[in-house]
């Protein structure tokens, strides 16, 4: 399960898929689990509020 939340991660693939597919009743499961392979999370949020913010 590991590899497979870490690669769909990694393919950008949305975490309420992920989570979907590996049969976790809430997404915080899977975020609570995997989310360290997706670190730059913050990062790409802020840099999309801002992209619209500034158009």
Do not use: C, R
């Not at 769909?8 to 499961?29: C, D, R, T």
């Amino acid at each position: 399960m590991h590899a497979f939340a870490t690669l769909a991660f990694k393919q950008n693939i949305q975490p309420k898929i992920v989570s979907e597919a590996l049969g976790h009743s809430k997404i915080g499961i899977t975020l609570n689990l995997y989310s360290h392979v997706i670190p730059d999370i913050q990062d790409e949020l802020a840099n999309a509020v801002a992209d619209v913010l500034t158009g």
